[in-house]
């Protein structure tokens, strides 16, 4: 036997065997994925055939692999130009390399989505940043407008406290306050009554002095304030 008719028919054999048992082909076979299940398949193919158990693992896989590349050229319309001679016998493989191609593009669908999802939450978060920073923006023209009118105010305070450091009237009457407060409850009320007794009297004297002589000068004696009021 020729070495082509002997790999031939060792192909044959293999898929043959495979076939037979789901577990090494079938993706959702409960046993598919232990490694053990295909470790003892080709070691009992191996013994069987008198071939190296890597050696058929290695030519299955070619064989696995070669299909779907000669079943996705039947697909796409040139099925007449497909001649590999174990197409046919691998036929029942083909579910499983359409689920799986289903089941890629699913992933690929699903990792488009996600993708397509990230952009919205991206625009989202830059939706919710932009609302942010407007508020922040709102918050910092209030901040600066109460700070101006806290300036307003205290430049206004500074020159009234100017004014009054100014005016020597003022600044007398604060000069007292420390003696005022070392007086007593009563000696405070007393003071008082008399500083307003004077205040009263002082003013009804003006208020003489105008009449009597309208440009005489305020500085007018009291001998002379009351000989004005005797001689009404």
């Given at each position: ?57 290695q ?44 089941g ?88 008082r ?19 009597c ?20």
């Amino acid at each position: 036997m020729s070495v082509r008719a002997y790999t031939s028919n060792l192909c044959h054999t293999i898929i043959a065997r495979v076939k037979e048992r789901p577990e090494i082909w079938q993706f959702s076979h409960p046993l598919y994925s232990k490694r053990i299940v295909h470790k003892q398949f080709w070691e009992e193919q191996a013994a069987d055939l008198g071939v190296n158990a890597k050696v058929l693992k290695q030519r299955w896989k070619h064989l696995r692999d070669q299909y779907r590349k000669e079943l996705k050229r039947a697909m796409e319309g040139n099925k007449e130009k497909v001649t590999w001679q174990y197409f046919k016998a691998l036929s029942f493989f083909k579910g499983q390399i359409l689920r799986e191609r289903d089941g890629e593009q699913a992933i690929a669908a699903a990792l488009e989505a996600e993708s397509s999802d990230e952009e919205d939450e991206g625009l989202q978060k830059t939706s919710r940043l932009d609302k942010a920073k407007k508020r922040d923006s709102v918050k910092l023209n209030i901040i600066l407008k109460r700070l101006n009118q806290t300036k307003s105010l205290l430049e206004a305070k500074t020159k009234e406290n100017e004014a009054r450091n100014a005016d020597p009237d003022y600044m007398f009457l604060v000069s007292l306050l420390p003696s005022f407060k070392q007086l007593t409850e009563v000696q405070k009320l007393q003071l008082r009554g008399k500083i307003n007794s004077w205040l009263l009297d002082a003013l009804t004297v003006k208020e003489y002095v105008n009449v009597c002589d309208p440009d005489n000068d305020d500085d007018m004696p009291v001998m002379e304030i009351i000989k004005c009021e005797d001689s009404d």
